[in-house]
Nanobody, 127 residues
Framework: QVQLVESGGGSVQSGGSLRLSCAAS?????????MGWFRQGPGKEREGVAA???????RYADSVKGRFTISQDRAKSTLYLQMNSLKPEDTAMYYC????????????????????WGQGTQVTVSS
């Protein structure tokens, strides 16, 4: 049973920073896998924010490039999302997602690509 547990959300002012974490369990994290971060704002569809594969190749949505950094500690089976220069439009529930035993593809930014999800952590950015 794959389990993903996010933490690190909160409320910050515009321009601030937050670091999200996602602890993974239930599968061999160090094996080939694609890990991603998604977000869903009020009344919006879930959108891909960033993804990383076992080789460390990263992918980002244009809206967060240069501000967000995805990383992982495979020894700790933990995924991170460092978010800097936060804007009010970044306000959303952020979800960790995993596609196990496979690599990331150009479909990484679609929710259907991932089979496992965490419960989400709320990020609120005030102006």
């Amino acid at each position: 049973q794959v389990q993903l547990v996010e933490s690190g959300g909160g409320s910050v002012q515009s321009g601030g920073s937050l670091r999200l974490s996602c602890a993974a369990s239930g599968y061999t994290y160090i094996s080939r896998s694609c890990m991603g971060w998604f977000r869903q704002g009020p009344g919006k569809e879930r959108e891909g924010v960033a993804a990383i594969d076992n080789g460390g190749t990263t992918r980002y949505a244009d809206s967060v490039k240069g501000r967000f950094t995805i990383s992982q500690d495979r020894a700790k089976s933990t995924l991170y999302l460092q978010m800097n220069s936060l804007k009010p439009e970044d306000t959303a529930m952020y979800y960790c997602a995993a596609r196990v035993y496979d690599s990331c593809s150009d479909s990484w930014n679609f929710a259907w690509y991932f089979g496992h999800w965490g419960q989400g952590t709320q990020v609120t950015v005030s102006s």
